[in-house]
């Protein structure tokens, strides 16, 4: 039976007093020329345990600071093995929500129990999530696209019209310049044709005149009946004065093809 010196057995249970306590073991230091015995063994076993708890503790230390890829520690025992499991399992995680985050939403985990299932569901939430942002992003610029294509088609519309605006304006011109020109001749440019000369007619007055006549024989507009009546007024004594009365000779029957057709004959219009 070997003698067991009490301050040996002192060592070896504040070693596990330390674990106990959440301290950092050291390992056990017998005096030189300790006898091979039982002990000296039991405080190796004790020394490799120490030194292989203590690099498990620094790694898991790491591991709670996140930093995965920390240099795993040596050895066989069971929860250290367990911990280069898990630190596998969290850098393939890693990859997984960095390629997720790329895009690729087809990524799934299936080693980590009940955090797997709700990892992807998380998963197929953000791919239907993208999927429908994907299709409003789409409808967004085809709409986009379709005003801006409205927009233009209105420009152009605008433009057409202020075109069409500027030759009718530029006609119509025309037509008035025609016409007082045409009354004029019919009035007699030298007086010798008729009692009155060109020179003494309104033409401010008879030439918007006529637009109106012309306007309401084409609506067939009884209203023409007073507007010649005016011109006839305005034109008196002229060779003008005679087409006129007959135009208010058709409109007094409601002949308002006639009477437009005499007064175009009449200011050289059509």
Known sequence: MIQVDEQDVDKITAVFHSILKGKTPVPIELPQGYPDNEIRQAVAYINNFIAEYNAITTYVYHLGRGEINADPPKGNMIIGQS?????SSLRNL????KQIAAGDFSQRVSFMGEFSE??????QQLQASF???AVLTQDL???VRESDKARKAMLNIMEDLEEAKQKADAAARERVDHTAEAMRKLAGADGTASGRSAATLDMTRIQPLLERLAA???GADAAALYTVQELLALTRGTSLAGGLQK???AVSTYEFE??????QALTGSK
């Not at 890693?94 to 929500?97: K, L």
């Not at 006639?258 to 007064?263: F, P, R």
Request: hydrophobic share 50%; aromatic share 6%.
């Open 131 to 133: 999927r429908e942002h």
């Open 118 to 123: 709700a990892f992807n569901s998380m998963a």
């Open 94 to 97: 890693t990859w997984t929500t």
């Open 247 to 249: 135009v208010a000779n």
């Open 258 to 263: 006639k009477a437009e057709a005499v007064l």
């Open 216 to 218: 309401e024989l084409a």
């Open 141 to 143: 610029q085809n709409q």
């Open 83 to 87: 911990l280069k499991a898990m630190q």
